[in-house]
């Protein structure tokens, strides 16, 4: 028979005070009182609560945590953590990366991506930030008085780098991603997969060679193919992110003219690159002259209360090229993303205006004033808590209705949850079935060129309510189906 948490704890020994109190936090998980994502007493109340000392109730968690109970979140707390097994962290071999390979433009990657919008589906898969979570009313009226204040300046090109004033903004935010710039080495784009593409066109040419993480957000792969590049697959993990031992030695094996990484909360695998390894990282590409392209479009999601640090901050050459975007945190249809180019930046400048003289005015007037009055900090708390609440709800659904042996990420930020299901269901099957019955999921195979992930899916964790806990369940059930005997 199963033990349930408190006899977990209680197996652990004596009746040493710590333990006593860590049975009781048990037991209150058990019954229900604290549940997955759920926020615990701090130390300061629980130990008035308990009457021991502030040592006895850190032990308590302390232990609670090696039992995977609970989890920490930098300055934030302990929270309660979803019962799904977490993936394996595989171990990656130095040499194992797949040679490149040309990209082919994938029907199903247009369907999935036509899918997302779709407002008859249920969206189960979809990288988007919830609506009822966006700042939608105060951007509404930010945006028509800025309009009225700003007259001409609203209908009228503010051409590369941008609106001033946003810029300006951004240069102050960036200092808490360890990024210290003038607004002048900031560029307006729209969106950040804009910001990504002046990239990848000002450092490759057509026939070129980009080393991307492996598994991969499916729509820089699209763009990578467009352009005609070929794709270096290095192997990625939950809690690493890319490889580094595996890139040295693919960049030792032939010429790499870039890479591109998401360093925090990545996509799909939600990895958060250590900062030592984002510094790592930075020099060994620094030392083969090779540029970096960061995305760091889900940096500011941390679930803890300071966002994680970036490869950026630690160039000293001018060769990473910072991209990112107000797409998951306010606005995704504002379009208005940005990159801090290092050398690059003034052949980015060029290539932006070449391409569509310059980003909308109207949402950069509107961002600018948000970001300066608009309480951007006190947003993102509340967002942050609320993807914490429903990664947590959504990993307790899939524990409950997917079979046995389904593991998951475990995510510090972000909204995307990486499924792995038993080896042999197929996540391309499982896509199709569930779009019968309504849901949009991501399969699996999208995120690589080379047929990896067939028995995994993203799911998208921004929205929680009965709704998707029950679009959850069926999923759950057509994977049961899906399974092999
Ligand atoms: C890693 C990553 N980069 C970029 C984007 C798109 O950004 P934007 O809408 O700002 O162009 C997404 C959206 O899913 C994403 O997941």
Known sequence: MAMNNTEK???AGSLLLYEQAAGEIAGLIDQGTFRAGDRLPS???LSKRFDVSINTVM??????EDKRLIQARPQSGYYVRSRVPEIREPVVQSRSFTPPTTVTISDLCYQVMRNMMNRDLLPLGSAIPCADNLPVDKLSRIMASELRRCGDQSVLYQMPPGYERLRVQIARRSLAAGISCGPDEILITSGCVEAVLLALRATCRAGDTIAVESPFYFNFMQMIAELGLKALEIPSTPRDGISIEALRYAIEQGKI????VITNFSNPLGSQMP?????????LLARHEIPLIEDDIYGDLTFGNERPGTAKSFDRTGLVIYCSSFSKTIAPGYRVGWAIA???QAHMERLKMMMNVAPSSPPQLALAEFLATGGYDHHLRSIRRIHARNISQMADAVA???PPGTCMTHPAGGFILWVEMQEGTDAIQLYHSALERGISIVPGPLFSLSNKYTNHIRLS??????????GIKTLGELAHELQPQ
């Open 257 to 260: 003219s870039a890479c591109l």
């Open 9 to 11: 704890v209680k197996t």
């Open 43 to 45: 130390i300061r109340q």
């Open 275 to 283: 900062d030592q390894r984002k510094q790592e990282l930075v020099e």
């Open 461 to 470: 964790a921004a929205r929680w309510d009965e709704q998707i806990e029950q």
């Open 400 to 402: 409950r209705y997917f």
């Open 342 to 344: 290092g050398r690059f």
């Open 59 to 64: 032990q308590a968690y302390a232990l609670l």
